[in-house]
């Protein structure tokens, strides 16, 4: 059976021209996002040109990793078998730092503690030699 048939293994995403950079950067350990040079827009996900201006003059920069939680869902009831072990799992609507929000999920915390602005911070899963997913953890208290 091709893996991505089988419905107990999770699907990944598979990098295409625009998001190439993108996955390459997580799997280096950097949250890549796109800063417009002509207007300073910050977009993700990655795009050829620039959402706001059309402009095409794109630099990659790493993000801070930092994010607030701007909505989220917690999933009592798997999509499909591939899931059913992690349920209950939050799924978030990060905020990041420099503007642009990215759906992920939670980690290392009770899905039942998040909360809207609750402060997050990066976390990189390498679930497979090519993918490393972009998840999110609460960001420690600072001391
Ligand atoms: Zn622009």
């Not at 598979?14 to 350990?29: I, N, R």
């Not at 909505?71 to 009592?76: A, F, G, M, P």
């Not at 009831?77 to 730092?97: K, N, Q, S």
Request: glycine share 6%; hydrophobic share 40%.
């Amino acid at each position: 059976m091709n893996p991505a048939d089988d419905p107990h293994a999770k699907p990944l995403p598979l990098p295409d021209a625009d998001s190439a950079a993108f996955w390459a950067g997580l799997k280096q350990g950097r949250l890549l996002l796109q800063h417009c040079l002509d207007c300073g827009q910050v977009q993700y996900y990655q795009q050829a040109m620039c959402r706001r201006c059309q402009g095409d003059r794109l630099e990659h920069r790493a993000a801070s990793g930092r994010g607030t939680v701007y909505s989220y869902s917690v999933v009592h009831r798997a999509p499909g078998p591939a899931f059913r072990a992690d349920t209950p799992y939050a799924v978030l609507l990060v905020e990041l730092a420099e503007g642009p929000r990215m759906v992920s999920s939670l980690v290392g915390a009770d899905p039942a503690t998040v909360h809207f602005g609750m402060q997050v911070e990066l976390v990189l899963d390498a679930v497979s030699d090519d993918i490393t997913l972009p998840r999110f953890r609460p960001l420690a208290p600072s001391t």
